[in-house]
């Protein structure tokens, strides 16, 4: 997929003094990806689409012809990648920013998220589907390895847009990560096609950004085409190059995020690696015992053989010969002939030669392989299984801390965190240069993932119970911003009602006293008839 694009970019990064050869990718010391690597991530984004290569057999069959097959397929790669992302990411998510205080401990209280900084965030966010569009990349993400986020200033707002890892191209790197970047966006307007390439390069005073627009009007080709005007597309909304001098911004205007995983293809690539990248053997054996299970199903249907003799006959009008008639789509009866041989008497009926299905064997192999496969991914044995009767299911009641589902998501969760606080120092920084955010950018991060998903309240609950001989453990303004997720103010709201409705008796005892006095007006009635 990337051969003949990647090729057109080698000849572009030449012609700006970056590549010394364009004879072989891994000859180019400047680029930090060969291809090797650009092989691995098309096909694992293929694996995530549905389509990996082992799916597509060819057989030869007796008669020396040669047949195509097309496996069925679980999908995997999707479900891995889904659940990781749904895991470690929702719209729960908590992204707190305040204004930083050298030698000040900030307690958690509501009054933090009133500030000019987490406003201007909170509105970026909303303004770009941030919470919608993050969790959908970060299933791309951990389905080919990695993905982009990239921020500029358009219409007087932060945008934010997202790039998958097949449409990124490291140049450079340093201790924190990816530097100097290319980034390229097809699409399509006008009935031509389209490719953008952003170049992210600095200097020693600033971080620059270059667009290139190319046109193609060969779809089904990865070449970049011919070099066109970004007037032609983007009117002046886009400029050819973009300066960010150092002494206001503190990073790139883009962000690179990859699993937190360590690649073992490549040690020395800041390229990330899927989830299921080093699972392929068990999801080709995954696929094929699944295929199985179908062809089961199909080779497994019934089959009754028929004498010929019972068989419906005719003449052939053109022919002059008695044949037979029979239904050539009927699956379930064979004509047969009755040859007896032997000399012996043989009785020629209807006899049933279904032979019996293998599901369960078949099903019991396909859960032992997801066991493996989970294990090989980063979740816990059981975290997926296979029945007759639901098919494929994914288990989603509660993750123990102690749970290696849990320990993945903790895991990743520290590079999305890193990333984040990353995200919002670059969004204030674009905001404060172009006059749309006139606050401070010296501010303090706090993200706060969901972690109900890892919390049993009940087993918790009898564990403190336990611990404290039945004693409170924490107060009760506490406890309520913990379950609701309420703020201090809220909580605080929410226990004064409380604290005033139990002043005023419990609804039994309102319910004794209105009896009472019911009862005792009852009685100065009858004293007085």
Request: aromatic share 10%; hydrophobic share 30%; net charge negative.
């Amino acid at each position: 997929m990337f051969k003949n694009l990647w090729s057109r970019i080698k000849v572009v990064l030449t012609k700006m003094g970056l590549v010394k050869s364009i004879e072989s990718v891994s000859d180019v010391s400047d680029l930090l990806i060969d291809d090797d690597q650009v092989k691995q991530i098309d096909m694992w984004d293929a694996a995530y689409k549905g389509n990996p290569e082992w799916i597509h057999k060819k057989w030869t069959s007796a008669l020396n012809n040669v047949h195509s097959h097309t496996q069925k397929s679980l999908n995997m790669p999707k479900i891995l990648s889904k659940k990781m992302a749904s895991l470690v990411f929702s719209k729960k998510v908590n992204i707190l920013v305040t204004p930083h205080v050298d030698g000040v401990k900030k307690d958690n209280d509501d009054d933090q998220s009133d500030n000019e900084a987490n406003k201007f965030i909170q509105d970026t966010l909303n303004d770009n589907y941030f919470y919608n569009n993050c969790e959908r990349y970060l299933e791309y993400m951990f389905g080919t390895g990695g993905m982009v986020m990239r921020f500029y200033i358009a219409d007087g707002k932060v945008k934010i847009r997202f790039a998958t890892a097949d449409a990124f191209y490291p140049i450079s790197q340093d201790e924190n990560g990816v530097t100097e970047c290319v980034i390229a966006s097809r699409f399509v307007k006008g009935g031509k096609y389209y490719t953008l390439l952003e170049w992210h390069l600095e200097d020693d005073n600033n971080f620059i950004v270059k667009n290139e627009l190319y046109t193609s009007v060969n779809g089904d080709s990865d070449v970049l085409g011919t070099k066109v005007p970004l007037k032609d597309v983007y009117g002046t909304s886009l400029k050819d190059e973009s300066d960010y001098p150092k002494k206001f911004y503190t990073r790139p205007t883009f962000i690179y995020l990859k699993p937190n995983l360590a690649n073992n293809f490549s040690y020395n690539s800041p390229l990330g690696i899927s989830i299921f990248a080093n699972a392929i053997d068990t999801l080709k054996q995954l696929d094929q015992a699944y295929d199985m299970l179908n062809q089961e199903m199909e080779m497994g249907r019934r089959r009754i053989i028929v004498p010929d003799t019972l068989m419906e006959r005719g003449y052939n009008q053109h022919t002059g010969d008695m044949e037979y008639h029979m239904n050539f789509e009927e699956r379930v009866y064979q004509g047969f002939t009755f040859d007896n041989t032997s000399g012996q008497p043989t009785s020629q009926e209807p006899k049933d030669i279904t032979l019996p299905l293998r599901n369960k064997e078949i099903i019991e192999t396909i859960n032992s392989l997801l066991d493996i496969l989970a294990a090989q991914t980063g979740f816990s044995a059981g975290t997926f299984s296979y029945s007759n009767t639901q098919g494929l299911e994914t288990a989603t009641g509660v993750i123990s801390r102690n749970s290696d589902t849990y320990q993945s998501k903790s895991s990743h969760e520290t590079i999305l965190e890193d990333a984040f606080k990353k995200m919002c120092q670059t969004i204030l920084e674009l905001g404060k240069a172009s006059n749309i955010y006139r606050g401070d950018t010296d501010v303090d991060v706090s993200i706060n993932f969901d972690d109900s998903i890892a919390k049993d309240r009940t087993e918790n609950a009898n564990y403190y119970e336990l611990i404290t001989g039945n004693k409170p453990l924490m107060p009760r303004k506490e406890a309520i911003k913990q379950i609701f997720g309420m703020t201090n103010g809220q909580a605080q709201e929410y226990l004064d009602q409380l604290t005033k409705e139990e002043s005023q008796g419990s609804i039994e005892d309102v319910l004794d006293n209105h009896r009472q006095d019911y009862g005792e007006d009852n009685n100065e009635d009858d004293r007085e008839s």
